[in-house]
């Protein structure tokens, strides 16, 4: 069916969302909590856009909205870039130190926030998907706890978790960097708790948990000294690559 | 043969509600009981004793009533069990001083029925409460009870069932006022299977307890509405999620279902019809946002209540993603009356959008508080001055808030306003779950907009943006204006910021959260201003901007106000007249609440920029 | 304390358990039981939910610290609870709340040191038509005043 985004008409299927036909079809919707492995939390609300269907006209999230009839999207109107824009301000007032914050402010106009409490040091807009990457990968290691204004992400009794790999998902997805890791010294500390580094079989740069390395282990079959840091396995990736190209133009 | 007319069995009913119970109830219902049991030999007549649900008027507990005669005896404590017994149920006289003395007339009454509080209300939802013994499955089935399920079962079809619901024009009384018969239809053409009817007893609303009453006193009335629709939709399988702080509730629903299951009206196979169905009973972990629907399912699953977005409905993918009806108390209490009476006569109740009866708790600052059920479209007037027999100690009237924490504040301006659904959402308010809390002068809307706003901060599920943060970053702003650092464009500030959580809020708890700030601010944008601008609470509510002192013209030095001073603050001489010491004072309002010649007032902290 | 009391102790705490189905739908009940055995849940007994359920601590922290009813530290003999539902706000529970934290020097959400006295400001009770409301271990105080409040207190000592 075709649905029609900022005047365009767009090809769509009965049940996608809003979010994926706009960007398959490069239309700009500003996103936090949505990442392709981790899509559709609906909870940052960046990705506002008002639908109208019939006489209706409402403001839903795009990256959970399913298309089910012929509707309009407006993802920029001067209402949607007025909401987001006071949501852009409240995010900037939670996590005031962080870079893409910066950005989103200097695009929404945004100056230095002279009367919303302005907390800072944490820098956790609570957009998830941290807690949801863990929970992908099976290891639950953390959640939010609490509810309302004290809500935040944390590990059980806010104690260094025993389930804990020290992976580093958590920290790699955090739109603002709220999720401090520390290396150094063959060590790697998150969330209170200190693990020992292995070094790569390639390259000999330390960069793996024992505890990751085993759940690497458990999940792929791959025998320990296959498993290689990321620069060594996009090497040996384009390696891969360079091979198949070279027998193709031998052909 | 000679026929003696015999007298008719009295009944004595002691009301025990949680108002009730609170005001040691019990220990009167146990001293009639033991009376009337003990003489059970001599007495020649056996009245039953009965414990039934609240009957409204929690304010004058504990209620004593005696059938047939329909006597009515108010605030009656132990030491009143024997006067009554072998004054009012032995023999027939009533002992005047025990009964309620109307507001309005200032006269006693024999019987609730004369009293204003209850000539201008229509019981449906609240038919049984306070007339029959909860735990008593034979009380229900005397009244009517378990007849409409009959009736479904023996003489309608499952579409006739929907169609009858949908034409009486029930409009969901949980607070969103979406038509019931609609939904059960919308559920009932889903195919997929199982099917759940789920009734939500999480009344969170503070100021609402309908809900609570309707469970305690008439538990099966919900039951019976649940079965119908399981009926009509074919499920199986029902829960109950009443808040855990609901005790009564939970127990005598507990011992209702039993009831119902041992009397073959839960189960398989039920009335011999091919009906299965049953019903459990979740309790609430203690959270409000669990009253949102959504939320609502999660807890029933086991999780944490966080709402889900909702752009596919519940009746498609509700409990464990299964087609499923949600309906709240009071609305399934309403179900069984209309199969019984049919669409065309709730319809000549009410009003055309919104037919039928809302059931309303009034409290706050009124002289007749406690639980009332009126025909939609009645006025607030009528409701607040006629039924509730207006403001106590002569105060001004001030506004009414209605829906709770997703409603918002009306002024005096609209009393006239008819009470449905709609007309309470164009004012900016809404029926919510029918908490009504009257407030007079001495009530400051912008501390109530920042009561409200506390609430809601510890009550949202803290997931979505708009909501979380918004409802921070507003309440702070209403903490600076109670505190005296309100600043100009304050006003304006929350109205945007109301405005983007209205409509950018992941769920119901969060759009609706900005109205008791945004409808404050409607109807009392001056009372912000002197806040704001001349540091200035009108109400003396704000501390840091009140400052109390004694009128020497309206003073009669009775010394009431220096007596009720929990600090000293007051002192003077009697006959001659008092005054507060500025510094002691912890401006607790309670000299004011005292004064019986409006004497204490307040200055505010602006007269020292005056002096 | 010694192994074999806490074994002891949770000895209620697995008959409560073992009441429950190994279903997700039933997790949040037996907490609730725990609760209202132990008036808090003990980290021992959680692991014990953990197990039974087959759910990870982190999901089962984030339920206890989500749900009011839940607490994970020991409450007082005597939970005091003061509605701070609307009407209870406007007819004054704040003005009780200030005189229990007089006279007991706590604040809401807070446990004497002697593990007597908990207090704790609740939304609607539903006894709105009495209020300003104080419930202390399911027993309701109505209409409360600032000078009731020692008096109920001084009777629950003489209670002990």
Redesign the interface.
């Given at each position: 069916m075709k649905i029609t985004i900022d005047g365009q008409k767009y090809e769509a299927q009965y049940g996608e969302y809003i979010l994926d036909v706009a960007r398959r079809n490069n239309i700009f919707i500003p996103t936090l909590c949505h990442l392709e492995a981790l899509p559709g939390q609906g909870n940052c609300r960046l990705c506002i856009v008002e639908v109208l269907e019939g006489k209706r006209r409402r403001v839903v999230v795009s990256c959970s909205y399913p298309v089910k009839g012929e509707i309009e999207v407006l993802t920029n109107s001067e209402r949607i870039r007025k909401m987001r824009k006071n949501i852009v301000r409240l995010l900037a007032a939670a996590a005031p130190d962080s870079d893409f914050m910066k950005e989103l402010q200097k695009e929404y106009g945004l100056q230095g926030e002279e009367r919303f409490q302005v907390t800072r040091g944490e820098d956790c807009i609570l957009c998830g998907l941290c807690v949801r990457a863990c929970e992908e990968l099976g290891i639950y290691a953390i959640s939010t706890v609490n509810r309302g204004i004290t809500k935040k992400v944390s590990t059980p009794f806010t104690e260094p978790s025993e389930v804990c790999i020290g992976c580093g998902a958590c920290a790699y997805v955090c739109p603002t960097g709220s999720i401090k890791v520390k290396e150094e010294g063959g060590k790697r500390e998150i969330w209170g708790k200190t693990f020992a580094l292995l070094p790569c079989p390639s390259c000999g740069k330390y960069f793996i948990t024992r505890e990751e390395l085993e759940y690497v282990q458990a999940k792929t079959g791959l025998a320990p000294e296959k498993i290689l840091c990321e620069k060594c396995r996009q090497e040996q990736a384009g390696r891969k690559m360079g091979d198949v190209f070279k027998d193709i133009a031998m052909k | 043969m000679v026929f003696f007319k015999r007298k008719p069995v009295k009944t004595v009913l002691v009301c025990c509600g949680t108002g009730c119970l609170a005001n040691n109830s019990l220990e009167v219902y146990e001293g009639l009981k033991k009376r009337i049991e003990g003489a059970g030999v001599r007495a020649r007549i056996r009245p039953v004793t009965k414990a039934t649900g609240c009957n409204g008027l929690c304010e004058r507990g504990p209620i004593v009533k005696i059938q047939p005669d329909d006597i009515f005896y108010c605030g009656v404590k132990a030491a009143d069990v024997d006067e009554i017994f072998e004054r009012s149920v032995l023999n027939d006289e009533i002992i005047t001083r025990l009964l309620y003395r109307d507001t309005s007339t200032g006269e006693r009454v024999k019987s609730h029925r004369e009293t204003e509080f209850y000539k201008r209300q229509y019981k449906i939802a609240l038919r049984n409460i306070g007339e029959i013994d909860p735990a008593s499955i034979d009380d229900y089935m005397e009244r009517d009870g378990y007849r409409a399920l009959k009736k479904v079962l023996t003489s309608m079809s499952p579409q006739e069932v929907m169609a009858e619901i949908e034409k009486s024009g029930l409009r969901g009384r949980g607070g969103a006022g979406f038509p019931t018969g609609v939904k059960w239809k919308q559920c009932e053409r889903v195919e997929a299977l199982p099917k759940y009817v789920v009734c939500n007893g999480d009344e969170g609303d503070p100021g609402a307890f309908m809900d609570r009453s309707i469970m305690e006193g008439d538990p099966h009335s919900v039951i019976e509405g649940m079965l119908i629709c399981a009926y009509a939709i074919g499920a199986e399988k029902g829960f109950i999620y009443i808040r855990d702080e609901y005790a009564l509730a939970i127990k005598n629903m507990t011992t209702a279902l039993e009831e119902a299951r041992k009397r073959g009206f839960l189960g398989q196979n039920i009335l011999q019809k091919g009906l299965n169905f049953d019903i459990e009973i979740v309790r609430g972990g203690g959270a409000f946002v669990c009253g949102e629907s959504t939320a609502l399912m999660a807890s029933i699953e086991g999780r944490v209540g966080e709402p889900r977005v909702k752009y596919i409905r519940s009746v498609e993918r509700g409990l464990w993603d299964k087609p499923t009806v949600l309906n709240n108390v009071e609305t399934w209490a309403n179900v069984p009356v209309i199969i019984n009476r049919g669409a065309q006569w709730f319809r000549s109740i009410g009003t055309e959008g919104s037919p039928g009866t809302k059931v309303f708790s009034l409290v706050g600052k009124v002289k007749n508080t406690g639980l009332i059920e009126v025909p939609m479209g009645i006025t607030l007037r009528e409701i607040i001055f006629s039924i509730g027999g207006g403001i106590p100690r002569g105060r001004e009237f001030k506004a009414v808030q209605t829906g709770g924490p997703s409603g918002g504040c009306i002024p005096k301006e609209l009393l006239d306003l008819p009470v449905d659904f709609d007309s309470l959402t164009e004012s900016g308010s809404m029926m919510g779950s029918g908490g009504m809390i009257v407030m007079d002068d001495t009530t400051c809307m912008v501390e109530v907009a920042r009561y409200y706003l506390q609430f809601l901060a510890e009550e949202s599920c803290g997931k979505c943006v708009p909501c979380r943060e918004g409802i921070k970053q507003m309440l702070g702003i209403l903490e600076d204006i109670c505190a005296g650092r309100g600043r100009e464009g304050d006003i304006d500030l929350l109205l945007d910021i109301g405005a983007t959580l209205q409509e950018a809020s992941l769920c119901g708890l969060g759009k609706t959260a900005p109205n008791p700030v945004l409808s404050t601010i409607r109807y009392f944008r001056e009372e912000y201003e002197e806040h704001i601008r001349n540091k200035y609470c009108p109400a003396g509510v704000c501390k840091e901007l009140t400052e109390f002192y004694i009128d020497i013209d309206a003073c009669r030095g009775c010394g009431l106000c220096e007596q009720k001073c929990p600090v000293g603050a007051i002192s003077g001489e009697r006959r001659r007249t008092y005054t507060i010491d500025g510094t002691k004072c912890i401006k607790c309002g309670q000299c004011r609440e005292a004064c019986r010649f409006g004497a204490i007032k307040n200055r505010g902290r602006r007269h020292e920029d005056n002096h | 304390m010694p192994a074999g009391s806490i074994q002891e102790g949770l000895s209620q705490a697995k008959e409560i358990i073992g009441k429950y189905p190994r279903?997700?739908?039933?997790?949040?009940?037996a907490l609730?039981d725990i609760q209202k055995e132990y008036n808090y849940l003990p980290?021992e007994a959680l692991a014990l939910v953990q197990e039974h359920f087959a759910v990870?601590?982190?999901?089962?922290?984030?339920?206890a610290?989500?749900?009011?009813?839940?607490a994970?530290k020991p409450k007082g003999k005597f939970v005091i609870k003061v509605c701070?539902?609307?009407?209870c706000?406007?007819?004054?529970s704040t003005?009780l709340v200030?005189?229990l934290q007089r006279l007991l020097k706590i604040g809401p959400g807070e446990t004497t040191p002697d593990g007597k006295f908990s207090m704790e400001t609740?939304?609607?009770?539903?006894?709105?038509?009495?209020?300003p409301?104080m419930v202390i271990n399911?027993q309701?105080?109505?209409r409360v005043t600032?000078a009731a409040v020692g008096k109920i207190l001084e009777d629950l000592e003489a209670k002990e």
């Open positions: - | - | 279903e997700q739908r039933f997790l949040l009940a609730q980290r990870p601590l982190s999901r089962l922290y984030s339920m610290t989500f749900y009011k009813a839940l994970l701070d539902g609307t009407a706000h406007i007819r004054g003005l200030e005189e609740v939304n609607c009770l539903g006894s709105c038509a009495i209020a409301v399911d309701y105080y109505g600032t």
